[in-house]
T-cell receptor, first 115, second 113 residues
Framework: GAGVSQSPSNKVTEKGKDVELRCDPI?????LYWYRQSLGQGLEFLIY????????KSGLPSDRFSAERTGGSVSTLTIQRTQQEDSAVYLC?????????????FGPGTRLLVL | AQSVAQPEDQVNVAEGNPLTVKCTYS??????LFWYVQYPNRGLQFLLK??????LVKGSYGFEAEFNKSQTSFHLKKPSALVSDSALYFC???????????FGAGTTVTVRA
């Protein structure tokens, strides 16, 4: 079956521009997570959505980062006024209902380069 | 708080030899432990997990891992490594009351022919 999909696969932008990254979770999965993978910080949690509950935004590094999830499915991570330190691979994952014991399945990631 | 340590940045083995990738963890409650593998320019692929029960967990591609509560470890093993096992391996932990994964820094495995 289809896994988690993300687009674009690569994004190059200029410092100060806004970018939008998209994630399409596995069909039927109500829990969705965003992580960031960067050389200096490793893999770090950004934000978590579960059904219609308020998202856990505790991992977002600054107020330039925001995310939404429309209709309980597709999610968009938006970075405003991008900075060079935002360059990283942004990974999306989904799981069935968000229980701790569930496996999170990851998408291929979006590689963001801010010039 | 939860954290994971992967003490080795790199592991090099010859094809056909046993492969071990080390992982230790720290959580306040009961741990749920995961191993993922990442090939170049790809996302994370799930290998196996420990939730409860038998301490020896078997997963994809012939990998297994042993949960050791007293040593707070969850080492990944494969009895006979293949060149195609060369990749970046991540150990991750969740506390039983949490939903976000905490990852180790990753271990690069190189299997030489």
């Amino acid at each position: 079956g289809a896994g988690v999909s993300q687009s674009p696969s690569n994004k190059v932008t200029e410092k100060g521009k806004d970018v939008e990254l998209r994630c399409d979770p596995i069909s039927g999965h109500t829990a969705l997570y965003w992580y960031r993978q960067s050389l200096g910080q490793g893999l770090e949690f950004l934000i978590y959505f579960q059904g219609n509950s308020a998202p856990d935004k505790s991992g977002l590094p600054s107020d330039r980062f925001s995310a939404e999830r429309t209709g309980g499915s597709v999610s968009t991570l938006t970075i405003q006024r991008t900075q060079q330190e935002d360059s990283a691979v942004y990974l999306c994952a989904s799981s069935l209902i968000g229980l701790a014991r569930e496996t999170q399945y990851f998408g291929p990631g979006t590689r963001l380069l801010v010039l | 708080a939860q954290s994971v340590a992967q003490p080795e940045d790199q592991v090099n083995v010859a094809e056909g030899n046993p492969l071990t990738v080390k992982c230790t963890y720290s959580v306040s409650g009961n741990p749920y432990l995961f191993w993922y593998v990442q090939y170049p320019n790809r996302g994370l692929q799930f290998l196996l997990k420990y939730i409860t029960g038998d301490n020896l967990v078997k997963g994809s591609y012939g990998f297994e891992a042993e949960f050791n509560k007293s040593q707070t470890s969850f080492h990944l093993k494969k009895p006979s490594a293949l060149v195609s096992d060369s990749a970046l391996y991540f150990c991750a932990v969740r506390d039983e009351d949490d939903y976000k994964l905490s990852f180790g820094a990753g271990t690069t495995v190189t299997v030489r022919a």
